[in-house]
C-alpha cells in the first residue's frame, strides 16, 4: 500500500513540474466605439472604389434558365416517373403515349439512368454527338427506320448515356437563309 501512495505521489509531482509556465493572457473586449472607429477607418478607404462599375446587360436577367418543368418530358411506368428533355424522345410508338407525361402524384421519381435500367425492354436509346442534336448533322434513317421496326420508346442520348434534346432538322430554306447570312457577315482580319 505504501509502495501505490509513493508512485502516486511521484507522479503528481512530475505532472506539476511539466505544467506550461505560461499563464493565459486576457484582452479587453472591443466596445462599441472601437468597433465604430475601426468601421469608419475601413469605409473611408473604401474597399469596393478599386472596382469599375458593370455596364452591360444584367446577366442574372439575360440568361435566365427557364422552368425544369416545363422544358422536360414525363417518362412514367410501373409506379416509378423520369424526366427527359423536350424533344429528347425521338419516337413514340402509339402504344407508349399513355406513358408519356402522364406523371401521377405519388410515382417515384427516379434518375434517367436507373429508369432506363428498369425498363430496358420497351425504351431504346440512339447515341448522338452534338452535331446531330444542334441538327447541323442529320441522325441516320435508316437506325430511326430499324427502331421503329422494334416499336420501342426512343430516347436520345450522348455518349455517357444521358438524354439530350435533338433540333428539328433544318428545312432546305432555312439551310439557304442561314448560308446567305453567314456570307453577307464581314469576315474577321486574321494576320
Keep these: 500500500m505504501k509502495r501505490h501512495i509513493f508512485i502516486l505521489a511521484l507522479l503528481v509531482s512530475q505532472l506539476h513540474g511539466q505544467a506550461d509556465p505560461k ?3 486576457f484582452r479587453d473586449a472591443a466596445t462599441n466605439e472601437t ?4 468601421y469608419k477607418e475601413v469605409s473611408a478607404k473604401g474597399p469596393m472604389r478599386k472596382f469599375k462599375e458593370a455596364t452591360g446587360e444584367d446577366a442574372s436577367v439575360k440568361n435566365k434558365v427557364g422552368n425544369l418543368l416545363d422544358n422536360s418530358e414525363f417518362i412514367t411506368f410501373n409506379g416509378s416517373t423520369t424526366l427527359v428533355p423536350k424533344n ?4 413514340i410508338p402509339e402504344k407508349y403515349k399513355t406513358r408519356i407525361n ?3 402524384p405519388g410515382s417515384k421519381v427516379l434518375s434517367w439512368l436507373d429508369f432506363y435500367t428498369l ?3 420497351w425504351i431504346s436509346t440512339v447515341e448522338v454527338d452534338l452535331s446531330q442534336a444542334k441538327a447541323e448533322k442529320p441522325i ?4 430511326l ?3 421503329s421496326k422494334k416499336g420501342h420508346l426512343v430516347v436520345a442520348v450522348l455518349r455517357n448515356g444521358g438524354p439530350i434534346s435533338v433540333r428539328p432538322p433544318k428545312v432546305e430554306a432555312e439551310v439557304k437563309t442561314e448560308a446567305e447570312t453567314n456570307a453577307s457577315k464581314p469576315k474577321p482580319n486574321t494576320p
Design 145 to 147: 427506320d430499324t427502331l
Design 88 to 91: 429528347a424522345l425521338l419516337q
Design 102 to 104: 402522364n406523371h401521377k
Design 140 to 143: 441516320s434513317p435508316e437506325l
Design 119 to 121: 425498363n430496358r425492354g
Design 23 to 25: 499563464k493565459p493572457v
Design 35 to 38: 468597433l465604430t472607429k475601426t
